[in-house]
């Protein structure tokens, strides 16, 4: 056993570099000092299972402040547990896992922000489409209302409530059906208000495949700060990400392409609109006038006679205005 024990004294001081009671003196004076296994295991370029078997062999009792935990920064915990992050929030700040933050808040006696067996939304998955997980996230009241209050205090310093609308999600557009052809102005007769028609038709029929949702980041701060709704302030700077996006875009390309802000599509249409009121032959708005026999008393039946004694035909006058814009 002798022979046994030098070999590993031997093994030691040259793994550490030095007698073992120069090693053991060190060790503790590091530990005064506030260091952990791991920081120990730096300063003498080893393992840190190789400092917690010579501490063990040696009796070297654990520092006060001994553990995974120790290796936290304390100030910025303290900093983001008051902020209203959650256990798991914190870790991702803090680079290290959910266990090590809940062992060092338990250890400093502090209550988490999360009730224990509150059950959230759980985590955005990135290969879903964008617009479910943002319903998804936002059906939760208390990340809803949370949202909601961020939102009021960024048109109150901005004004942009546009962007701000996107946040609490625009549905895409409902696909409308244009007149029938037959009902349509020639080209040579298109006037100011057959373009408008003609535009914010088109205008709509993009707005079909498009959809008003905030960042991917808005969301995953608001679901982890969700149970502390006072710091809404947190999240008012990133409203501003909020825009338009494809509606069967997923939550990893949302991320990586980022939101389209809400005028840039509103100049784009305008724009259109601009240049096609520039085209237009007719450079004036077209008369509103109500064709023959079509008075506000008009019948469902067609073909049948009206008070006044003429014959209705509502199908083709109602095509008619349709097609005119009305």
Not at 47 to 59: G, T
Not at 121 to 137: L, N, Q
């Amino acid at each position: 056993m002798f022979f046994i024990a030098t070999i590993q004294e031997k093994k030691y001081a040259k793994m550490f570099g030095g007698s073992t009671d120069y090693i053991v003196e060190k060790i503790k004076e590091m530990q005064t000092e506030g260091m952990t296994d791991s920081q120990i295991a730096e300063q003498f370029q080893v393992s840190r299972q190789a400092v917690v078997r010579f501490r063990q062999k040696h009796m070297i009792e654990t520092s006060n402040k001994q553990g995974r935990q120790s290796g936290l920064d304390t100030k910025m915990f303290h900093e983001l547990h008051s902020r209203g992050y959650s256990d798991s929030a914190i870790a991702k700040f803090l680079g290290t896992s959910q266990s090590t933050v809940t062992r060092f808040r338990s250890k400093l006696n502090i209550e988490p922000n999360r009730k224990r067996g509150g059950r959230g939304t759980g985590k955005i998955k990135e290969d879903m489409p964008v617009i479910k997980e943002a319903k998804r996230i936002l059906s939760e009241p208390q990340i809803r209302r949370l949202i909601q209050r961020a939102v009021a205090d960024y048109i109150k310093e901005h004004g942009d409530e546009e962007t701000a609308w996107a946040t609490t999600i625009i549905e895409p557009a409902e696909v409308i059906h244009p007149a029938p052809g037959n009902f349509c102005a020639t080209a040579e007769k298109t006037n100011i208000t057959h373009v408008n028609f003609i535009t914010d038709l088109e205008s709509r029929q993009d707005r079909a495949s498009i959809c008003g949702l905030p960042s991917v980041e808005l969301l995953e701060l608001a679901r982890e700060i969700k149970d502390n709704e006072k710091m809404h302030s947190l999240i008012a700077p990133l409203v501003s990400q909020s825009g338009y996006v494809n509606s069967s875009m997923t939550v990893a390309q949302a991320r990586s392409k980022g939101n389209d802000r809400v005028n840039l599509w509103k100049d784009l249409w305008n724009q259109y609109k601009h240049q096609s009121h520039e085209w237009a032959p007719v450079q004036k708005e077209s008369q509103k006038r109500v064709q023959g026999g079509f008075t506000n008393n008009i019948r469902t039946s067609n073909g049948k006679r009206g008070k006044g004694g003429g014959v209705q035909n509502t199908q083709n006058s109602q095509a008619i205005l349709g097609a005119m814009g009305y």
